[in-house]
């Protein structure tokens, strides 16, 4: 349980150091593969990676736009243009 946990977080960080090559959208693929199989809680990062709609591999900024309305980020999705928000919730350090 803790070292899938790990392994998630060390395939974050794989991808979001280059989101655009293949490997990170089989990286993020996998990590989500690991939470639904270990049955843990989808890190928000890993939540950013893909399209709420259309499940697609989108990384932000180069497949998502990002907007701040009211306090609360929206995305808009450029695969499927759906717009949709991620309530970011801070604990403690977070860097994406
Ligand atoms: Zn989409």
Redesign the pocket.
């Given at each position: 349980m803790k070292e899938a946990k790990k392994a998630v977080e060390n395939l974050l960080k794989e991808v979001y150091r280059d989101p655009l090559s293949p490997l990170a959208e089989k990286q993020a693929l996998l990590a989500r593969r690991i939470t639904m199989k270990f049955n843990i809680k989808q890190p928000y990062e890993l939540k950013l990676l893909f399209?709420?709609?259309?499940?697609?591999y989108?990384p932000p900024v180069f497949k998502?736009t990002i907007r701040v309305r009211k306090g609360k980020l929206v995305f808009t999705?450029?695969?499927?243009?759906?717009k949709y928000r991620l309530i970011f919730k801070p604990k403690g350090k977070a860097n994406v």
């Amino acid at each position: 349980m803790k070292e899938a946990k790990k392994a998630v977080e060390n395939l974050l960080k794989e991808v979001y150091r280059d989101p655009l090559s293949p490997l990170a959208e089989k990286q993020a693929l996998l990590a989500r593969r690991i939470t639904m199989k270990f049955n843990i809680k989808q890190p928000y990062e890993l939540k950013l990676l893909f399209c709420k709609k259309c499940k697609s591999y989108s990384p932000p900024v180069f497949k998502k736009t990002i907007r701040v309305r009211k306090g609360k980020l929206v995305f808009t999705c450029m695969v499927c243009g759906s717009k949709y928000r991620l309530i970011f919730k801070p604990k403690g350090k977070a860097n994406v």
